[in-house]
């Protein structure tokens, strides 16, 4: 399974980007994904999730109202679109995906296991 990520870059505050996830190697309607993200020295962090039915989605509480995630079957693509960006937002951003189908969304970074290469988003003016 691979797992490419895109859209980053530079954003001034309050600016908005879309983050893409193509995965390949695996069908992946079947399965939830996931959008982590990581500053410097700090930990992996949840940012948001979808459901493999793409009925429910969860967001950490610092990006609730702001982003969206949203994914495309047909695309076997998962994207995150990022408004009113805050340079507290800066990371580089990873999607990832379980290794089992039908698993509940976790915001534990541990339980996935599939990872994007990370796409580095800096909000900054």
């Known amino acids: 399974v691979q797992l490419q990520a895109s859209g980053g870059g530079w954003v001034q505050p309050g600016g908005s980007l879309r983050l893409s996830c193509a995965a390949s190697?695996?069908?992946?309607?079947?399965?939830?994904m996931a959008w982590f993200r990581q500053a410097p020295g700090e930990e992996k962090q949840f940012v948001a999730g979808?459901?493999?039915?793409?009925?429910?989605?969860f967001y950490s509480d610092s990006v609730n109202g702001r982003f969206a995630i949203s994914r495309d079957d047909a695309k076997n693509t998962v994207y995150l679109e990022m408004n009113s960006l805050k340079p507290e937002d800066t990371a580089v951003y990873y999607c990832?995906?379980?290794?089992?189908?039908?698993?509940?969304?976790?915001?534990?970074?541990?339980?996935?296991?599939?990872w994007g290469q990370g796409t580095l988003v800096t909000v900054s003016s």
């Open positions: 990832a995906l379980p290794n089992e189908r039908y698993a509940s969304v976790s915001k534990n970074y541990r339980a996935y296991y599939h």
């Open positions: 190697g695996r069908t992946f309607s079947r399965y939830q």
């Open positions: 979808i459901t493999w039915t793409g009925n429910q989605r």
